[in-house]
């Protein structure tokens, strides 16, 4: 820290204006859709960058962090554990890794079937905690499976019925729903229909309140479209490079 209390650094000041640029535009976006910006969070992705980074983020009063692969976030959130922060966890999950996710997530975005559910809830009553579980909804159930392999969510129509699942189970509890953009067209469509899906599941679960939605290249059309959270990697720590989704 240098005197004044700024935390000092070149990686810090560099985080710290892409912090300063991205609430600008969640700003100017909240403005357009008339909501308020303390009505939506920013969750930093942080995969594929270090801990350290992690500890950044916290200095400058982020408090949630969203990770996607089992193997590198568990030594991360371990390593994190006294920062403070909630974890998310937001990418493709395999049930034999639900226990170790149970372990240090906070919330899981990837809830897209009654396997699934059934292993996390083993999860966490084997770890004693309670995971807030998210259903991810698939927007563009069409399309085949891409390049990239598939994205995960269940089907508009089925998510309701998974809601229901994670409810019924124990150390779990619905918090609402979670959904990637489809590659192709436009994420406001996408964003509506989600919308449309988490008014379902609120009306039958009222605690159900957060929409995931919006990353760095569409977190506009979230807002406009009611997303609760932000899911935002490239924006606060720049490009991870053409591999790593
Ligand atoms: C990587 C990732 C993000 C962040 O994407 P950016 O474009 O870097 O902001 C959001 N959601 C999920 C599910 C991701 O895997």
Known sequence: MTRDGQVAGPRTDRIRSHLLALRERV???????????????????????????????????????????????????????????????IGQLQTNKARSVARYADVVHSVD????????????????????????????PESAVGVLGPRGGVDPRDALSVAGEIEAEGGLSVGGVMAVAPREGDPGTAFARLHQVAS???????????????????????????????????????DRGPIVG
């Not at 930093?44 to 950044?56: F, G, L, N, Q």
């Not at 379902?200 to 959270?229: C, K, N, Q, W």
């Open 113 to 140: 079937r009654g396997r699934l559910v059934r292993a996390l809830g083993k999860g966490a009553r084997a770890e004693g905690r309670e995971l807030t579980c998210l259903v991810q909804v698939d927007l563009d």
């Open 27 to 89: 700003a100017t976006a909240c403005e357009k859709a008339d909501r308020n910006p303390g009505d939506v969070t920013i969750i930093a992705v942080t995969k594929t960058y270090p801990a350290s980074d992690v500890r950044i983020l916290a200095e400058l009063g982020l408090t949630d962090v969203g990770e996607n692969r089992d193997q590198e976030a568990g030594p991360k959130a371990a390593e994190c554990s006294g920062l403070g922060l909630t974890w998310h966890f």
């Open 200 to 238: 379902e599941i609120r009306d039958r679960y009222p605690r159900a309140r957060v929409i995931s939605a919006g990353m760095s290249g569409d977190l506009e059309a979230a807002i406009e479209h009611g997303a609760t959270h932000l899911r935002v990697g490239t924006a606060l720590l720049g």
